[in-house]
């Protein structure tokens, strides 16, 4: 089964920096997209950044400037490189990532169990 594994959280002064990974595994045929969103205690889950099986890239204005996320393929790996953290940034990180299975040859999204990001004034 498909499975994504998220890395990389922790405990950081404003304007550190973290790195995130997150890892999918299982019976890939193809990966069309992956992306990290984000939820702060009482608040929706929103899209930090994503990226496409072609390259492109979207951000959230909020994190513009500060955040990169990549990927590389042949790891089967999205990476989220955050700059500049603030205290706002803090929340529980999860990646997401629309999958396709190699036997059902159908996409669907998967998602990670999250990861805790702490940005301490």
């Known amino acids: 089964q498909v499975q994504l594994a998220e890395s990389g959280g922790g405990l950081v002064q404003a304007g550190g920096s973290l790195r995130l990974s997150c890892v999918a595994s299982?019976?890939?045929?193809?990966?069309?997209?992956m992306g990290w969103y984000r939820q702060a205690p009482g608040n929706q889950r929103d899209l930090v950044a994503s990226i496409t099986s072609g390259g492109s890239t979207n951000y959230a204005d909020s994190v513009k400037g500060r955040f990169t996320i990549s990927r590389d393929n042949a790891k089967n790996t999205v990476y989220l490189q955050m700059n500049s953290l603030k205290p706002e940034d803090t929340a529980v990180y999860y990646c997401r990532a629309n999958i396709v299975d190699s036997m059902a040859r159908m996409p669907r999204s998967y998602w990670g169990q999250g990861t805790q990001v702490t940005v301490s004034s």
């Open positions: 299982g019976s890939i045929f193809s990966i069309n997209f």
